[in-house]
């Protein structure tokens, strides 16, 4: 088992990796973590939970936790104040208390939405997370971001909440569909270009393994992963500043998520091409080479992701602009110098915006 510090000063926790790993959830809970026995929710949706509820629950009664588990249907539609209001219902329905466990056994939607029920559920209850997805097991599941959606916009009503330990068992990758995959490789690819050029250069050498579930690839990647968020988060929990690096290729990203309601592209799609277009930016402002364009180039193409969003310049930077993330006015764009190093910009403008998005990738 590999073990990835989040060090916090408050609230700190690990981050478990391992194959073969939901049927000691129980035991290292109750030893690693020390969490004593109680009353135990598992928020889960059918796919997730429909094949590995049972044996998370087994996990848990053999270490005397009083189980229940509520599953909803997948996606991301169900992540609303409505859905979170029913399994605040659960909560009451199973007596739970301040010195109960919230379970999220899932993807990031799952994970998302737990954490925040955990967070208002009595002011707050205890969580662990249980990431499912490859985009939940290197992202979403670290770092304590929860929250639902609201019609005016993803994510816009949460909170910092962290768990107490997330779980991450790599075998749960070889159900997940080829799609969810290779968009949580997007995010992969943008730890390595702004922190780990080892890891950059282990994706071009190893891709195909990765591909193929080789499991100490996936697991190679997932704990670098980690670390990296790990270490960020760390640094700035609450995204004073150093955390927005994290939005890599979110900026751009975002943009063509939302103009095409979340639709069209999965967000490490979308994502993929934020980075793309990011990197062009700062070859315009003379910040890096085309050599770091390129290369992600090359590996986003053997992913197979498009690279065309089919939409307009003009509607992406009118989006940008009315983006939470342009302050005061002024973009912030978060620009490569290297592959391993970004760093934070104010100083694209609308004109290098639109000479770059007008040029197909
Ligand atoms: N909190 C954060 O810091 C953070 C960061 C990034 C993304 N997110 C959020 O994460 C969400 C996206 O997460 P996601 O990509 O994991 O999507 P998801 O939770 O919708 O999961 C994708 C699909 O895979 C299914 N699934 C999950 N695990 C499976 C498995 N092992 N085998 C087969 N199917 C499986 C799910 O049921 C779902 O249909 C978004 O809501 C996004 O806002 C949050
Ligand atoms: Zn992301």
Redo the contacts with the bound molecule.
């Keep these: 088992m590999k073990t990835v510090r989040v060090n916090l000063p408050v609230n700190g926790y690990n981050i478990f990796i391992d194959r073969d790993f939901l049927s000691r959830i129980g035991e290292i809970l109750s030893k690693e973590v020390k969490v004593k026995p109680c009353r135990a929710l598992i928020i889960t ?4 939970g429909g ?2 509820g049972d044996v998370v629950t087994d996990s848990l009664l053999r270490h005397n936790f009083d189980v229940r588990v509520v599953s909803i249907d ?3 539609g ?2 609303t104040l409505k859905t979170a209001s029913t399994f605040y219902d659960a909560c009451f329905e199973h007596k739970l208390d301040r010195g109960s466990l919230i379970v999220a056994l ?8 737990s ?1 925040f029920v955990a967070a208002t559920f009595m002011r707050g209850i205890p969580f662990v997370q249980v ?6 097991q290197v ?9 639902v ?1 609201h019609p005016k916009g ?2 816009m009503i ?1 909170n910092f909440y962290q768990p107490k330990a997330v779980f991450i068992d790599i075998d ?6 080829k799609e ?1 995959l290779i ?2 490789l997007a ?1 992969v690819i943008k730890y390595g270009v702004i922190r780990d050029r080892e890891l950059f250069e282990y994706l071009e050498n190893f891709l195909p393994d990765i591909l193929h579930l080789a499991t100490s690839a996936l697991e190679r990647i997932v704990e670098a992963s980690c670390q990296i968020k790990a270490d960020i988060v760390e640094k700035d929990e609450t995204e004073k500043n150093l955390r927005a690096v ?1 939005n890599y290729g979110h900026t751009i990203g975002h943009a063509i998520e939302s103009l095409t309601h979340y639709k069209e592209f ?3 799609e979308a994502v993929a091409i934020g980075m793309l277009y990011a990197s062009q930016i700062a070859i315009e402002l003379g910040m890096c080479d085309n050599d770091v364009f390129e290369r992600q180039l090359l590996l986003i193409r053997q992913l197979g992701l498009s690279l065309h969003s089919g939409l307009r310049p003009e509607d992406i930077i009118r989006t940008l602009y009315l983006d939470k993330k342009a302050l005061d006015g002024r973009l912030r764009f978060i620009l490569p110098v290297s592959i391993g190093e970004v760093v934070i910009s104010d100083k694209v403008t609308e004109e290098i915006l639109h000479r770059v998005l007008h040029k197909p990738l």
């Excluded at 899932?106 to 939405?113: A, K, M, P, S, T």
């Excluded at 990431?131 to 939940?136: D, E, F, G, N, S």
Aim: without cysteine.
């Design positions: 949706d059918r796919n997730a094949i590995f997948p996606g991301e169900q992540k899932g993807g990031g939607v799952i994970g998302d939405i954490g990431p499912t997805t490859l985009l939940a992202d979403s599941s670290v770092g304590g971001k929860v929250a959606n993803k994510n949460g749960t990758l070889s159900t997940l569909p969810e968009a949580g995010e994290l999965r967000h490490g």
